[in-house]
């Protein structure tokens, strides 16, 4: 237990360089900068001052309380860790039907990120799915937001709250036709006294469970808000031949500027970057970005550890997201790590590729990284990290290649074919994803 808790604190710190550029109050800051936090903090671990706590005392003591079975002081020390009952308005604003044919966009967000989203359902112009996140406001004194009835919209004026989040949603069903948009309702702190602070974080796991319940199609694209798709992967939202236990990896990159690259030529001229891979390497180098650049035909890849591709796939090979992980970090590693664990196989699609622009930091990437984040936050996560891997049953080569940490993508993949690792022997796949921009959207 104790060598688990320790690796998974060291993945988890790794974490903080998948998220955004710095900006002046966000990202990952050395120990001697942060300042002296008082953490907001129940359960047994209160009486040790926050800047001498020894985290691997503080992992010993929280395994010794599991295996006693003190599940109500666990909580009270690392949050809940079973799904949290959360007011879920499905399909609470509903376009066309798109029935049963095509790839189901899904994706999730906060009502700021509403605009983003607006954008994205439009450039894909297939079926889209989104859960939208809202966080009610629960006052001293009288009903909180989350109390009003969906069903009694026509006899009850709703209240700001959920007004607003109920016209983003019309707005994104106006934005693509064939959108469905579901709302998840956070918890009310009023009704919940006694839980901590990271039971009310960004449920994002539990809304990204939301969105995929609520898409119609057999496929589904998992995307998260920030990203536009290209134009030729816009083109096959009718659908794709896909083996069973078998994803399509869409290459991520990310750009400076306004305006997001649509097609390759566009993508060459904006000088655009694979998605984070010089800042926190393990999540999408294993998608070998040297080799999609010349690829004319789908390629396997071996999955690596922390890998967090963005992909397409069938609705019945997936697994539910892991409602543990709230807030930011390892929320979507955990899910491809459990696609690995269940031996799906990952193959890049050429040619097609999401890009997103650089954004300041979210509320929650501070609340585990920044400068005024409570320093038990990541801690918290590192022991959901290490419980779900103890869960899984296939190993994984825990460490990165020194040259993932060094280099940028293209000399990441040339290292990696250097130390014997190339996948280009491995055995071609059927699937065949034709360049939707020169010819009919074909697939072998």
Known sequence: DADGDVEAEADVEMYAGGGPRDLPDGGPHPPEEKPKVVAKEQGPFAVLPVDDRDHRELSRRLRELQRQGDMATVRATIGDTEPLPYRVWSKAVVGRSAGACGVTLVTVASLDRVPTVIKQVGAWKGPCSVALYYSPTCPSVGPCECSWEHDDQDACQPPPGVLAIFRAAEAIVAANAKAVVSVLAGLCRKDHPDRIEYDFMFPVNALRNVGLDAAETQQVFLLDADFIPSASL??????????????????????????????????????????????????????????????????????????????????????????????????????????????????????HFVIAREHAPSTSFKATYGICADPLQAWRISMHWADFEKGLERPVCRRTPPSRMRHSGRNVARDRRAGGKTTRGMEKTRLCLVDATTQHHGIA
């Open 234 to 351: 816009a083109a096959l939202a009718g659908g794709i031949p896909l083996a069973s236990r078998r994803v399509v990896v869409v290459p991520a990159f990310e750009c400076a500027g306004d305006h997001e690259p649509r097609d390759l030529d566009e993508l060459k001229r904006a000088a655009a970057k694979p998605f984070h891979v010089e800042r926190f390497a393990p999540g999408h180098s294993a998608t070998d970005y040297e080799r999609w650049w010349t690829a004319s035909r789908p390629y396997r890849v071996r999955y690596e550890h922390k890998y967090e591709p963005y992909i397409i796939a069938n609705k019945t090979d997936l697994p539910p997201y892991d409602e543990r992980f709230r807030g930011y970090g390892m929320n979507k590693i955990s899910f491809v790590r459990k696609l690995h664990d269940l031996g799906v196989e990952f193959v890049v699609a050429p040619r």
